[in-house]
């Protein structure tokens, strides 16, 4: 019993420190975190798309659904650097939770199909989706303490619900479906990136127009 009280005080001891340490942290040290890790991730996905389209089918190309078929189509974000510069810090952290919470199930999807991908590059694919995973989790695991710190309108998410598991049965559609799904997220991460670099850049620069 003595043991066992021991392990739990060293647990409670253990979180308390680490939710007193990120209490501790700046909002401009968070934001520059989280940049560097949307950074990582936009930059991740950008080189798995180059990899995937060294063997892409050239039908592919043509029968490819439209970006505005992508789930996350349906959340309405700035479409450039003007309109996003008019968005509130705390809409534009909510924008960037709600894309990121987003692509939990999609990621997976293409875990899973990266497994069976017929690539010549699978094995790469398949390791560098896993890495797109870590990366989206740290970064939430960041956004979700900044949230916190921002309030409650930071705290908004907006769902968008993903629910085609099935990337296709014979070998074009299964690379179609996963470029397509990619580059949705790539999109996406992007966004994401931008985002977050406008918050730094506020939270370090008094003049928005610069940023």
């Known amino acids: 019993m003595t043991h066992r009280r021991t392990r739990l005080f060293m647990m409670a001891a253990v979180v308390s420190y680490v939710m007193t340490s990120c209490g501790a942290v700046p909002i401009n040290d968070l934001l520059d975190r989280a940049s560097q890790r949307s950074d990582k991730l936009h930059s991740l996905s950008t080189t798995l798309s180059q990899e995937l389209d060294s063997h892409f089918p050239p039908i592919g190309r043509v029968i490819t659904p439209r970006p505005s078929m992508c789930h996350t189509s349906a959340l309405q974000t700035p479409n450039d650097k003007t309109q996003v510069l008019q ?14 919470q987003a692509w939990d199930d999609p990621l997976s999807v293409l875990s899973s199909s990266a497994f069976n991908l017929p690539h010549p590059a699978q094995s790469s694919i398949f390791n560098k989706v896993r890495e797109l995973q870590e990366h ?39 690379l179609i479906n996963f470029h397509f799904l990619l ?10 990136d931008s985002f977050l670099k406008v918050l730094r850049c506020r939270a370090t620069n008094e003049q928005p127009e610069t940023c």
């Open 87 to 100: 968005v509130s810090e705390s809409d534009l952290l909510s924008l960037a939770r709600s894309l990121l």
């Open 136 to 174: 989206s989790k740290n970064l939430w695991d960041g956004l979700d303490v900044l949230s916190g710190k921002m309030g409650a309108e930071a705290q908004a998410l907006s769902f968008l619900p993903y629910s085609d598991n099935d990337l296709g049965q014979d070998r074009i559609s299964k």
């Open 183 to 192: 580059s949705c997220f790539r999109r996406d991460s992007h966004k994401i």
